[in-house]
Protein backbone atom coordinates (compact mmCIF):
# COMPACT_ATOMS: atom_id res chain seq x y z
CA UNK A 1 0.00 0.00 0.00
CA UNK A 2 1.44 3.33 -1.05
CA UNK A 3 -0.58 5.54 0.72
CA UNK A 4 -2.00 5.13 4.64
CA UNK A 5 -5.17 4.15 4.67
CA UNK A 6 -7.67 6.58 7.17
CA UNK A 7 -8.78 6.03 9.86
CA UNK A 8 -12.45 6.13 11.19
CA UNK A 9 -13.62 7.95 13.74
CA UNK A 10 -17.15 8.97 12.27
CA UNK A 11 -20.35 7.44 13.88
CA UNK A 12 -20.53 4.85 11.10
CA UNK A 13 -19.37 3.15 9.29
CA UNK A 14 -16.46 2.15 11.42
CA UNK A 15 -13.01 0.05 11.27
CA UNK A 16 -13.44 -3.70 11.80
CA UNK A 17 -10.86 -5.85 13.44
CA UNK A 18 -9.35 -8.24 11.70
CA UNK A 19 -10.03 -11.12 12.46
CA UNK A 20 -14.15 -9.94 11.83
CA UNK A 21 -12.23 -8.73 8.06
CA UNK A 22 -11.00 -12.41 7.98
CA UNK A 23 -14.52 -14.08 8.89
CA UNK A 24 -15.88 -12.13 5.53
CA UNK A 25 -13.03 -14.16 3.44
CA UNK A 26 -14.12 -17.40 4.14
CA UNK A 27 -15.58 -19.92 0.94
CA UNK A 28 -19.42 -18.73 0.50
CA UNK A 29 -21.99 -20.58 2.43
CA UNK A 30 -25.44 -20.96 1.01
CA UNK A 31 -28.00 -19.48 3.32
CA UNK A 32 -29.80 -22.27 4.35
CA UNK A 33 -29.64 -26.24 5.38
CA UNK A 34 -28.18 -27.51 8.54
CA UNK A 35 -24.77 -26.02 9.08
CA UNK A 36 -26.05 -22.54 8.30
CA UNK A 37 -28.82 -22.89 10.50
CA UNK A 38 -26.30 -23.03 13.60
CA UNK A 39 -24.58 -20.01 12.85
CA UNK A 40 -27.79 -18.22 11.71
CA UNK A 41 -29.32 -19.29 15.11
CA UNK A 42 -26.11 -18.65 17.33
CA UNK A 43 -25.92 -14.88 15.52
CA UNK A 44 -30.09 -14.72 16.92
CA UNK A 45 -29.14 -15.78 20.46
CA UNK A 46 -26.53 -13.11 20.70
CA UNK A 47 -28.34 -10.10 19.82
CA UNK A 48 -31.28 -11.24 22.04
CA UNK A 49 -28.61 -10.42 24.88
CA UNK A 50 -27.58 -7.47 23.60
CA UNK A 51 -31.55 -6.08 22.51
CA UNK A 52 -32.83 -7.48 26.18
CA UNK A 53 -35.75 -9.06 24.41
CA UNK A 54 -36.94 -12.63 23.73
CA UNK A 55 -39.33 -10.74 20.98
CA UNK A 56 -39.01 -11.97 17.36
CA UNK A 57 -35.57 -10.96 15.83
CA UNK A 58 -35.14 -10.93 12.40
CA UNK A 59 -31.53 -10.16 9.93
CA UNK A 60 -32.81 -8.18 7.31
CA UNK A 61 -30.12 -8.04 4.65
CA UNK A 62 -30.16 -3.94 3.78
CA UNK A 63 -29.87 -0.59 5.68
CA UNK A 64 -31.33 0.36 8.89
CA UNK A 65 -33.57 3.01 6.86
CA UNK A 66 -35.12 -1.11 5.08
CA UNK A 67 -36.48 -1.96 8.54
CA UNK A 68 -37.40 1.21 9.37
CA UNK A 69 -39.34 1.50 6.24
CA UNK A 70 -40.84 -2.10 6.88
CA UNK A 71 -42.02 -1.07 10.64
CA UNK A 72 -43.59 2.06 9.01
CA UNK A 73 -45.45 -0.05 5.78
CA UNK A 74 -46.37 -3.13 8.33
CA UNK A 75 -47.82 -1.91 11.32
CA UNK A 76 -50.47 1.01 9.64
CA UNK A 77 -52.13 1.19 6.71
CA UNK A 78 -51.88 4.45 4.44
CA UNK A 79 -53.63 7.11 6.25
CA UNK A 80 -53.45 5.78 9.16
CA UNK A 81 -51.79 8.72 11.78
CA UNK A 82 -48.15 8.14 13.58
CA UNK A 83 -46.38 10.37 15.84
CA UNK A 84 -42.87 11.26 14.84
CA UNK A 85 -40.70 12.65 17.40
CA UNK A 86 -38.14 14.88 15.60
CA UNK A 87 -35.00 16.80 17.44
CA UNK A 88 -32.83 16.15 13.80
CA UNK A 89 -31.70 14.86 10.86
CA UNK A 90 -32.89 11.50 11.41
CA UNK A 91 -35.95 12.19 13.11
CA UNK A 92 -37.04 14.35 10.20
CA UNK A 93 -35.88 10.83 7.97
CA UNK A 94 -38.51 8.99 10.25
CA UNK A 95 -41.25 11.79 8.98
CA UNK A 96 -39.93 11.40 5.28
CA UNK A 97 -40.68 7.53 5.49
CA UNK A 98 -43.75 7.78 7.45
CA UNK A 99 -44.96 9.87 4.66
CA UNK A 100 -43.81 8.04 2.09
CA UNK A 101 -46.35 5.02 3.00
CA UNK A 102 -48.97 8.30 2.84
CA UNK A 103 -49.43 7.91 6.73
CA UNK A 104 -50.98 11.51 8.30
CA UNK A 105 -47.94 12.44 10.23
CA UNK A 106 -48.00 14.14 13.64
CA UNK A 107 -44.83 15.76 14.99
CA UNK A 108 -43.35 16.20 18.40
CA UNK A 109 -40.18 18.43 18.45
CA UNK A 110 -37.22 19.92 20.42
CA UNK A 111 -34.47 21.74 18.84
CA UNK A 112 -31.75 20.87 17.56
CA UNK A 113 -28.87 19.78 20.67
CA UNK A 114 -32.34 19.08 23.19
CA UNK A 115 -33.90 16.06 23.59
CA UNK A 116 -37.35 15.00 23.21
CA UNK A 117 -39.67 15.81 26.18
CA UNK A 118 -41.60 12.74 27.33
CA UNK A 119 -44.34 14.94 28.31
CA UNK A 120 -44.87 17.01 24.94
CA UNK A 121 -45.57 13.48 23.31
CA UNK A 122 -47.79 12.45 26.04
CA UNK A 123 -49.49 15.54 25.54
CA UNK A 124 -49.37 14.58 22.02
CA UNK A 125 -51.04 11.57 22.35
CA UNK A 126 -54.13 12.39 25.09
CA UNK A 127 -54.51 15.42 22.37
CA UNK A 128 -56.68 13.45 20.19
CA UNK A 129 -57.39 9.45 20.01
CA UNK A 130 -56.64 7.38 16.74
CA UNK A 131 -52.60 7.49 16.84
CA UNK A 132 -51.34 4.04 15.68
CA UNK A 133 -47.31 4.20 16.47
CA UNK A 134 -44.88 6.48 17.80
CA UNK A 135 -41.65 6.37 16.18
CA UNK A 136 -38.34 8.39 17.30
CA UNK A 137 -34.61 8.22 17.19
CA UNK A 138 -32.79 6.93 20.25
CA UNK A 139 -29.31 8.69 19.50
CA UNK A 140 -30.23 11.51 16.94
CA UNK A 141 -26.62 11.07 15.20
CA UNK A 142 -27.01 14.99 13.83
CA UNK A 143 -26.62 15.87 17.06
CA UNK A 144 -25.41 13.37 19.60
CA UNK A 145 -28.21 14.02 21.81
CA UNK A 146 -29.61 10.27 23.73
CA UNK A 147 -33.52 10.67 23.71
CA UNK A 148 -35.35 9.28 26.37
CA UNK A 149 -36.89 6.05 25.38
CA UNK A 150 -37.57 4.47 28.60
CA UNK A 151 -39.86 7.38 29.39
CA UNK A 152 -41.38 7.80 26.02
CA UNK A 153 -42.06 3.93 25.68
CA UNK A 154 -43.65 4.23 29.40
CA UNK A 155 -46.16 7.40 27.85
CA UNK A 156 -46.80 5.43 24.50
CA UNK A 157 -47.56 2.72 26.82
CA UNK A 158 -50.35 4.45 28.63
CA UNK A 159 -51.82 5.20 25.36
CA UNK A 160 -51.69 1.56 24.25
CA UNK A 161 -49.64 2.61 21.32
CA UNK A 162 -46.70 0.74 19.68
CA UNK A 163 -43.28 2.11 19.70
CA UNK A 164 -40.67 2.01 16.52
CA UNK A 165 -37.38 2.86 17.72
CA UNK A 166 -34.48 3.92 15.18
CA UNK A 167 -31.90 2.40 17.73
CA UNK A 168 -29.27 2.35 14.51
CA UNK A 169 -26.37 4.25 16.21
CA UNK A 170 -27.24 3.44 19.49
CA UNK A 171 -28.58 -0.57 20.24
CA UNK A 172 -25.22 -2.60 21.36
CA UNK A 173 -22.95 0.54 22.31
CA UNK A 174 -25.53 1.67 25.21
CA UNK A 175 -28.03 -0.53 27.28
CA UNK A 176 -31.65 -0.49 25.43
CA UNK A 177 -33.34 -3.32 26.90
CA UNK A 178 -36.08 -3.52 24.65
CA UNK A 179 -39.00 -5.70 26.60
CA UNK A 180 -37.79 -4.27 30.32
CA UNK A 181 -38.42 -0.87 28.38
CA UNK A 182 -41.58 -1.72 26.08
CA UNK A 183 -39.86 -0.88 22.56
CA UNK A 184 -42.00 -2.73 19.93
CA UNK A 185 -39.80 -2.19 16.89
CA UNK A 186 -36.17 -1.75 17.57
CA UNK A 187 -34.07 -1.37 14.55
CA UNK A 188 -30.27 -1.07 14.29
CA UNK A 189 -27.35 -2.23 11.64
CA UNK A 190 -24.33 -3.73 12.73
CA UNK A 191 -21.64 -1.66 10.94
CA UNK A 192 -22.50 1.12 13.59
CA UNK A 193 -21.94 -0.21 17.54
CA UNK A 194 -21.71 -3.64 16.61
CA UNK A 195 -18.10 -2.82 14.55
CA UNK A 196 -18.79 -4.64 11.24
CA UNK A 197 -19.27 -4.07 8.00
CA UNK A 198 -22.62 -3.17 6.62
CA UNK A 199 -25.27 -4.78 5.26
CA UNK A 200 -27.76 -6.25 7.91
CA UNK A 201 -30.59 -4.79 9.72
CA UNK A 202 -31.50 -6.52 12.99
CA UNK A 203 -34.82 -5.70 14.24
CA UNK A 204 -36.88 -7.45 16.78
CA UNK A 205 -40.72 -7.47 16.79
CA UNK A 206 -43.19 -7.48 20.05
CA UNK A 207 -46.56 -9.45 20.33
CA UNK A 208 -48.37 -6.54 20.22
CA UNK A 209 -46.60 -5.35 16.94
CA UNK A 210 -47.92 -8.02 15.40
CA UNK A 211 -51.03 -7.94 16.82
CA UNK A 212 -51.79 -4.74 15.35
CA UNK A 213 -50.40 -5.84 11.96
CA UNK A 214 -53.20 -9.22 12.45
CA UNK A 215 -55.77 -6.76 13.05
CA UNK A 216 -54.89 -4.20 10.28
CA UNK A 217 -55.03 -7.40 7.40
CA UNK A 218 -53.58 -6.44 4.39
CA UNK A 219 -51.63 -3.18 4.40
CA UNK A 220 -51.11 -3.53 0.69
CA UNK A 221 -47.37 -1.85 1.45
CA UNK A 222 -45.60 -4.74 -0.49
CA UNK A 223 -43.91 -7.68 0.09
CA UNK A 224 -40.35 -7.90 1.38
CA UNK A 225 -40.36 -5.51 4.01
CA UNK A 226 -44.11 -6.48 4.96
CA UNK A 227 -43.00 -7.65 8.24
CA UNK A 228 -45.66 -10.64 8.08
CA UNK A 229 -43.74 -11.81 5.53
CA UNK A 230 -41.20 -12.13 7.87
CA UNK A 231 -42.94 -13.90 10.36
CA UNK A 232 -44.65 -16.22 7.93
CA UNK A 233 -40.91 -17.68 6.09
CA UNK A 234 -39.75 -17.76 10.01
CA UNK A 235 -42.65 -20.04 10.99
CA UNK A 236 -43.15 -22.14 7.74
CA UNK A 237 -39.16 -22.44 6.57
CA UNK A 238 -38.17 -22.76 10.43
CA UNK A 239 -35.73 -25.98 9.89
CA UNK A 240 -34.20 -25.04 6.41
CA UNK A 241 -34.66 -20.94 5.51
CA UNK A 242 -36.14 -18.82 7.95
CA UNK A 243 -36.09 -15.67 6.38
CA UNK A 244 -37.68 -14.82 2.78
CA UNK A 245 -34.88 -14.11 1.19
CA UNK A 246 -30.94 -14.74 0.08
CA UNK A 247 -28.83 -13.35 3.18
CA UNK A 248 -25.26 -11.97 2.85
CA UNK A 249 -23.61 -15.25 4.55
CA UNK A 250 -20.73 -13.97 4.19
CA UNK A 251 -21.08 -10.93 6.39
CA UNK A 252 -23.25 -12.21 8.82
CA UNK A 253 -20.54 -14.73 9.34
CA UNK A 254 -18.52 -12.17 10.37
CA UNK A 255 -20.91 -10.60 12.70
CA UNK A 256 -20.51 -14.15 14.22
CA UNK A 257 -17.23 -14.05 14.87
CA UNK A 258 -17.39 -10.04 16.44
CA UNK A 259 -20.54 -11.11 18.72
CA UNK A 260 -18.63 -14.21 19.95
CA UNK A 261 -15.47 -11.77 21.25
CA UNK A 262 -18.21 -9.14 22.45
CA UNK A 263 -20.21 -11.40 24.15
CA UNK A 264 -17.07 -13.08 25.94
CA UNK A 265 -15.53 -9.95 26.97
CA UNK A 266 -18.80 -9.06 28.38
CA UNK A 267 -21.27 -6.07 27.45
CA UNK A 268 -20.27 -4.29 30.78
CA UNK A 269 -16.85 -4.13 29.14
CA UNK A 270 -17.77 -3.42 25.62
CA UNK A 271 -19.66 -0.15 26.81
CA UNK A 272 -17.61 0.69 29.71
CA UNK A 273 -14.53 0.83 26.27
CA UNK A 274 -16.61 3.69 24.60
CA UNK A 275 -17.39 5.54 28.00
CA UNK A 276 -13.73 5.60 28.15
CA UNK A 277 -12.57 7.02 24.95
CA UNK A 278 -15.77 9.59 24.81
CA UNK A 279 -14.40 10.91 28.55
CA UNK A 280 -10.91 11.24 27.19
CA UNK A 281 -11.77 13.30 23.56
CA UNK A 282 -13.81 15.28 25.44
CA UNK A 283 -11.36 16.32 28.53
CA UNK A 284 -8.91 16.57 25.70
CA UNK A 285 -11.01 19.03 23.67
CA UNK A 286 -12.04 21.63 26.82
CA UNK A 287 -8.45 21.33 27.18
CA UNK A 288 -7.81 22.64 23.49
CA UNK A 289 -10.94 25.47 24.07
CA UNK A 290 -13.39 23.87 22.53
CA UNK A 291 -17.57 23.64 23.98
CA UNK A 292 -19.37 20.34 23.20
CA UNK A 293 -22.61 21.27 21.59
CA UNK A 294 -24.75 18.39 23.60
CA UNK A 295 -25.55 18.93 26.88
CA UNK A 296 -23.58 16.68 28.97
CA UNK A 297 -27.40 15.56 30.57
CA UNK A 298 -28.61 13.94 27.46
CA UNK A 299 -24.80 12.74 25.75
CA UNK A 300 -23.66 9.13 25.01
CA UNK A 301 -20.45 7.77 25.40
CA UNK A 302 -20.95 6.80 21.55
CA UNK A 303 -20.59 10.02 19.85
CA UNK A 304 -19.12 13.69 20.58
CA UNK A 305 -20.84 16.56 18.68
CA UNK A 306 -18.24 19.56 19.35
CA UNK A 307 -18.57 23.32 18.50
CA UNK A 308 -15.68 24.73 15.90
CA UNK A 309 -13.83 27.50 18.14
CA UNK A 310 -14.91 31.01 16.81
CA UNK A 311 -13.76 31.80 13.54
CA UNK A 312 -12.79 28.78 12.76
CA UNK A 313 -13.54 26.71 9.53
CA UNK A 314 -14.83 23.17 11.18
CA UNK A 315 -14.07 22.11 7.61
CA UNK A 316 -10.68 22.68 7.06
CA UNK A 317 -9.76 21.42 10.64
CA UNK A 318 -11.80 18.21 8.80
CA UNK A 319 -9.85 18.27 5.72
CA UNK A 320 -6.21 19.00 7.65
CA UNK A 321 -7.02 15.63 10.26
CA UNK A 322 -7.83 13.42 6.79
CA UNK A 323 -4.36 14.64 5.05
CA UNK A 324 -1.96 15.40 7.84
CA UNK A 325 -3.23 12.39 10.58
CA UNK A 326 -5.35 9.84 8.22
CA UNK A 327 -8.19 10.75 10.41
CA UNK A 328 -11.72 10.97 9.33
CA UNK A 329 -14.27 12.60 12.09
CA UNK A 330 -17.76 14.11 10.63
CA UNK A 331 -19.36 17.50 10.08
CA UNK A 332 -22.57 18.96 11.04
CA UNK A 333 -25.61 17.86 8.80
CA UNK A 334 -27.91 20.38 7.30
CA UNK A 335 -28.31 24.17 9.40
CA UNK A 336 -24.82 22.69 12.00
CA UNK A 337 -22.68 21.97 8.84
CA UNK A 338 -19.73 24.17 9.37
CA UNK A 339 -20.58 24.66 13.05
CA UNK A 340 -20.09 21.79 14.28
CA UNK A 341 -18.12 18.46 14.41
CA UNK A 342 -18.78 15.22 15.34
CA UNK A 343 -16.03 12.40 16.80
CA UNK A 344 -17.55 8.58 16.40
CA UNK A 345 -16.49 6.50 19.66
CA UNK A 346 -17.42 2.76 18.15
CA UNK A 347 -15.40 0.22 16.65
CA UNK A 348 -11.31 1.02 16.67
CA UNK A 349 -12.26 4.88 17.07
CA UNK A 350 -12.90 3.91 21.11
CA UNK A 351 -9.16 2.39 21.37
CA UNK A 352 -6.48 4.45 22.78
CA UNK A 353 -4.21 4.51 19.27
CA UNK A 354 -6.93 6.53 17.67
CA UNK A 355 -8.41 8.91 20.41
CA UNK A 356 -4.83 9.46 20.91
CA UNK A 357 -3.95 10.59 17.36
CA UNK A 358 -6.86 12.42 17.01
CA UNK A 359 -5.98 14.90 20.18
CA UNK A 360 -2.79 15.33 18.39
CA UNK A 361 -4.26 15.83 15.39
CA UNK A 362 -6.18 18.63 16.27
CA UNK A 363 -3.39 20.57 18.86
CA UNK A 364 -1.10 20.24 15.62
CA UNK A 365 -3.98 22.26 13.67
CA UNK A 366 -4.25 24.82 16.05
CA UNK A 367 -0.92 25.85 17.12
CA UNK A 368 -0.57 25.95 12.85
CA UNK A 369 -3.52 28.51 12.87
CA UNK A 370 -1.96 30.71 15.97
CA UNK A 371 -4.92 29.65 18.12
CA UNK A 372 -4.15 31.28 21.77
CA UNK A 373 -4.77 27.38 23.29
CA UNK A 374 -3.46 25.83 26.34
CA UNK A 375 -1.02 23.44 24.10
CA UNK A 376 1.51 21.30 24.79
CA UNK A 377 -1.10 18.77 27.07
CA UNK A 378 -2.54 15.98 24.25
CA UNK A 379 1.38 15.41 22.82
CA UNK A 380 2.75 14.76 19.55
C1 LIG B 1 -26.77 5.97 10.37
C2 LIG B 1 -28.16 6.23 10.81
C3 LIG B 1 -29.26 5.91 10.02
C4 LIG B 1 -29.12 5.42 8.61
O1 LIG B 1 -28.73 4.09 8.59
P1 LIG B 1 -28.71 3.30 7.21
O2 LIG B 1 -28.16 1.97 7.61
O3 LIG B 1 -27.83 4.07 6.29
O4 LIG B 1 -30.10 3.22 6.73
C5 LIG B 1 -30.53 6.07 10.52
N1 LIG B 1 -30.71 6.56 11.76
C6 LIG B 1 -29.69 6.90 12.55
C7 LIG B 1 -29.96 7.44 13.91
C8 LIG B 1 -28.38 6.75 12.10
O5 LIG B 1 -27.34 7.11 12.88
Not at 130 to 159: K, Y
Not at 182 to 199: E, F, H, Q, R, S
Not at 352 to 366: H, M, S, T
Request: proline residues 6%.
Amino acid sequence: MTTERVRLMIPGPVDVDDDVLAAMAEPVRPHYGDEWLAIYAEVIEHLRQIFGTRNDLFLMAGPGTAALDAAFGSLMRTGDKVLVAQNGFFGDRLATMARGYGLDVRHVTAPLGEPIEPGAVRRALSAGPGVQAVALVHLETSTAVLNPIREIAVAARDFEVPVIVDAVSSLGGVPLPVDEWGIDVCVTVINKCLACPAGIAPFSVSRRAWEQMEHKGDRGHGWYLDLETWKDYAARWASWHPYPTTLPTNVIYALLVRLRRIMAEGLETHFEHHLHAAQTVRAGLRRLGFEMFTPEACASPLLTAVRGLPGMDVEDLRRYLIEEWQIMVSGGLSELKGQIFRVGHIGKAASDEYVDRFLAGVEAYLRLQGYHAPLGQNGD
